[in-house]
Every structure is written in C-alpha cells, then in structure tokens.
C-alpha cells in the first residue's frame, strides 16, 4: 500500500523522513493542508492520504500527553454559522462542502482505522480539525459536546480529507497528544512525547501495510 502523509511543519517531518511513505509538508491549516494532499495526489497514485502530526486531547476523551488517537471520522468542526449564542453546521444550513450533492465537512475514513486502533492499543474516535486553536476550558468543552467522543483537536485533517475524498482516495488522521485543549500553557506541553507517539501510530500503520 502506498501512503502519503500530510504534516503540518518541518519540524513534525524530520520525524519521519525514514518511513517507507511519502511525506510533505503542508504548512499549517486546512487550506495549506488541502492544496499539499491535492497537489501531492495528482503527481502520484497512493492508496491511503494520512493527516499527521501533534494535537490536544479535549476533555472526556481519556487522553493524556504522549498518547495516540486514532481518527473514526474526520470533523470540520467549525465550519458554519452562528446565531446568537448556537452554532449551526453546514447540515442545519443547508450547505454543503461539495460542489454536487449533500456533505457537511464530516468525513469518513479509511477502512482499516479502527483495527489499526486495536493493535496500537490508541483511542478510537473522531479528530476534530478547526482553523483557530481553542483557548479556554469553556471552549474545549463545548466542542466536546457537541461532537460527541472527540478525541483531538487539529488545524489539518479536513484538509486532507477533503482533498482525498474528491481524489478517490480513503483518509485517516493520527494524533499524538501533546496537550489538553484549553488555556494555553506552554510549560506544560510534551511535544517531543507526542512527536513519539505520532511516529508509533504511523510504524503501526506501515507495518501493517506491508510497507
């Protein structure tokens, strides 16, 4: 199977430039992760396009610095309108993120997920992407509930997600934990734990693949 992987920064791929898979750097954000996996898709064939890097564990989720989140679904979370106080998502507005037919930015994802999961002993679930980083425990906890059993929070994933769906091509997105979403507070980040953990899931992933 051959792999394209999607990172934001340099830094998260000089992790990884030792795997048996493609690896570019996007830049950082939907938009930049949308243009990298699309162009990326149109010079080669690949079987899977992987969104990868660090991201923050939102609450509920069971997910601590240097842990593995496996993504179930990939979310556009912040994609849509807000009346007063209520957020309304593309469904509830009647848009949609295609140019035919009905999709709200929820994508699905590579078949194999959720077995990949179960070997990597990762949490299972859906990976949130949203343009802002969110900042406040408040925040954390309303996008918590209303995506229910979100895991991570990224700047990336419905990039890559959507560029592989329009491509024909199944997605994924692997997170290594480096923080709660909340307050930012630096001090208690563990980006070299996470970086670890992002490389493990995507070890497990290749490995399983046969390379």
């Known amino acids: 199977m051959r792999v394209l992987i999607v990172v934001a920064t340099a830094g998260e791929a000089a992790r990884l430039t030792d795997l048996p ?3 570019v750097v996007s830049g950082v954000g939907p938009v930049a992760a949308a243009l990298a996996t699309a162009s990326a898709l149109a010079r080669q064939s690949y079987d899977l396009a992987v969104s990868a890097g660090i991201g923050g564990a ?10 593995l989140a496996v993504s179930s679904r990939i979310v556009q979370a912040d994609l849509g309108a807000w009346d ?8 509830q507005l009647g848009l949609s993120v295609l140019q035919e037919g009905t999709h ?7 078949e194999g997920a959720q077995a990949l999961a ?9 990976t949130l992407t949203l343009s802002t980083v969110t ?25 890559v997600a959507h560029a592989a769906l329009l491509a024909g ?5 692997v997170r290594g934990v480096s923080n709660p979403v909340g307050p930012r507070d ?9 970086l670890a953990a992002t490389r493990r899931g995507l070890e497990g992933l290749l490995a399983g693949a046969g390379g």
């Not at 900042?135 to 990039?159: H, N």
């Not at 630096?186 to 996470?194: D, L």
């Open 186 to 194: 630096r001090a208690a980040w563990r980006i070299p734990e996470a």
């Open 84 to 91: 007063g106080s209520t957020f309304l998502g593309l469904d």
């Open 104 to 110: 709200a930015g929820v994508f699905g994802v590579w």
């Open 118 to 126: 179960t070997r990597l002993e990762a949490r299972y679930g859906p």
């Open 169 to 173: 091509v199944p997605a994924l997105e």
């Open 58 to 67: 939102y609450p509920g989720s069971g997910l601590g610095p240097g842990d």
């Open 21 to 23: 898979a493609d690896v």
């Open 135 to 159: 900042g406040s425990r408040e925040g954390a906890e309303a996008w918590a509930a209303r995506y229910p059993g979100a895991l991570t929070e990224g700047m990336e994933g419905a990039g």
